[in-house]
């Protein structure tokens, strides 16, 4: 029984407190910046769009009987640009976040929370700068001491394009294998497997997850990874001096993937084309395919102002902070505990 | 043939022609990207080690093993020696095989071989394995900050784990031979 857990190991009881002390330290710091918080909704009408999650979908009731088709946030992205198209200028959600289908093991709970801001007037850059002010102001020390490594936070953290990764840890120009073909045929010189339904998205990840990410998660050093290729652009824009890539950043720090951000997109016709893509690869894929929020795409419409956002996953930062190996040692009860 | 999600530790499987070993699995889901196994596999042939990432519902060839129950009898350097109980029959496999293995064996344990093709790659061992502790570091009180509240402890095996505070010399523990972690007192 983990609350008896949570009695007995004082470690346990430790880690809860650093987590509502480390939640209070978030918000204090977006308040020192000048963000609003905002307090979104978690059941919504329109899923988030992302062909490689799983929403949690239910039925909402109302009292004369009628049903909607609800599903829970993945992130609260799309509640948060409406917000900026009405003129909001600085937000943040703190809050809970839910994904189906995914494994419960020592960095995964199907719920959990993450902090997401955007700015206007602010590209990806700003927000490394926002994460690594955010997380120096948090951890206080200037150092993480996590699973026996030293992570020096108060250095300058590591800012690696995709293409700088690859031609380091790989050897490879990613530049001349930007298309399905020119990565199928690297992936295969290699003597990776192919299959006939590999998207390019898929070819370059068995080599990054296999040659280049365990480098980079070895790095002691907290580490940018930015410049994704265009096709694996989500929600950023493309990249004006160069439309092979789009202007996306990753953070990896102490093992873990810790955040992801945009340049966010904010072109209408562009956004409808990559949601028509989405829905196409669900169906695809033989699943359920959400359908676009009518009215985000009207609040993109409307015009956004250029802005930038990324979401951090702060169980995941607890953990650092905690030195706990396990998610389950920072949540009070997870899904899994649930189970047993 | 079957799925990528079905492998395991031990799993045998065919590969442009090659036969491979898996010794390590992970499954990993990229941000953004579909979900993945990393592996690494260790081609039968050529004793290399390679390392691969698999789409997670990409077909594999898996390749039928014969699994023998036998008692592990000694080691002699490199070489691992087990006996088939029932026709006294003795194979040794070598320790590079034997990887992340050897550390929880004990005289007399029974085991399961893998054979391909009548030599053997590899052991299974059963999931908990009990051990005497020969060695133990007296308890420490308090440095619960550092999450320390385990110490060191020698198997009679020679093998280190961690155990809590109240573990004493010469008892006997319980541990889970995939994690290397202590489970309970025996």
Redesign the interface.
Same mark, same amino acid.
């Given at each position: 029984m983990k609350w008896l857990d949570i009695k007995n190991?004082?470690?346990l009881a430790?880690n809860l407190k650093a987590r509502g002390e480390i939640l209070r330290l978030i918000r204090d710091f977006f308040y020192q910046k000048g963000f609003l918080e905002i307090d979104g909704p978690l059941m919504v009408r329109y899923g988030n769009l992302?062909p490689?999650l799983d929403l949690f979908n239910t039925t909402l009731k109302d009292n004369f009987g009628a049903e909607f088709k609800m599903s829970l946030i993945t992130s609260p992205e799309y509640t948060l640009k409406k917000l900026l198209a009405a003129n909001f200028e600085k937000i943040y959600q703190l809050s809970k976040c839910f994904r189906n289908n #995914? &494994?419960w093991?020592e960095g995964?709970n199907s719920e959990f929370t993450m902090i997401e801001w955007y700015e206007i007037g602010k590209d990806y850059t700003d927000l490394m700068n926002r994460v690594e002010e955010l997380v120096n102001f948090v951890a206080k020390d200037g150092k993480i001491k996590y699973q026996g490594k030293i992570i020096e936070i108060n250095k300058p953290w590591l800012r690696l394009s995709m293409q700088e990764a690859w031609q380091k840890y790989a050897n490879v120009d990613l530049n001349n294998f930007l298309t399905r073909d020119t990565m199928r045929t690297l992936a295969l010189s290699k003597?990776?497997?192919i299959?006939e339904d590999?998207s390019f998205?898929?070819l370059f990840?068995?080599?990054?997850?296999?040659?280049i #990410? &365990?480098q980079i998660t070895a790095i002691s050093q907290p580490v940018f990874l930015y410049d994704y290729p265009v096709q694996?652009a989500?929600l950023s824009r493309v990249k004006v001096s160069d439309p092979r890539y789009a202007e996306r950043v990753?953070l990896y720090m102490g093992g873990f993937?810790l955040a992801?951000g945009y340049s966010e997109l904010i072109d209408f016709e562009e956004q409808k084309q990559r949601f028509l893509k989405d829905q196409e690869k669900c169906r695809l894929w033989g699943k359920p395919a959400p359908e676009i929020d009518t009215d985000f795409m009207a609040a993109l419409e409307s015009g956004l102002p250029v802005c930038a956002g990324i979401a951090l996953g702060v169980d995941r930062l607890v953990m650092l902070l905690?030195?706990?190996k396990d998610i389950g040692e920072v949540v009070p009860f997870t899904v899994k505990d649930m189970m047993l | 043939m079957g799925s990528v999600n079905d492998i395991s530790k031990d799993t045998i499987v065919r590969?442009?022609n090659e036969i491979f070993l898996i010794t390590e699995f992970q499954?990993?889901?990229?941000?953004?990207?579909?979900a993945?196994v990393?592996t690494k596999l260790k081609n039968i042939r050529t004793g290399k080690t390679?390392?691969?990432?698999?789409?997670s519902n990409?077909s594999?060839e898996f390749v039928a093993v014969e699994r023998r129950r036998m008692q592990y009898l000694y080691n002699n350097g490199h070489l691992y020696s087990f006996m088939d109980n029932g026709s006294y029959e003795q194979i040794e496999i070598n320790g590079d095989l034997l990887e992340g293995k050897k550390e929880y064996l004990k005289e007399g344990l029974e085991v399961n071989v893998i054979m391909f093709e009548g030599v053997p790659l590899s052991i299974t061992l059963p999931n908990k394995v009990t051990f005497k502790i020969i060695d133990a570091e007296p308890g420490v009180k308090g440095d619960?900050?550092?999450?320390n509240?385990t110490k060191e402890a020698t198997l009679e095996n020679g093998t280190k784990v961690r155990v809590p505070l109240f573990i004493k010399e010469g008892e006997e523990i319980i541990v889970n031979t995939e994690s290397g972690d202590y489970v309970e007192r025996a």
């Open positions: 190991n004082p470690q430790e992302e490689n #995914e &494994p093991n995964h003597g990776y497997t299959n590999d998205d898929d990840f068995k080599i990054f997850l296999t040659e #990410e &365990p694996m989500a990753e993937e992801n905690t030195n706990a | 590969i442009n499954h990993v889901n990229p941000g953004k990207g579909s993945f990393r390679m390392e691969i990432t698999f789409k990409e594999v619960t900050a550092s999450g509240v």
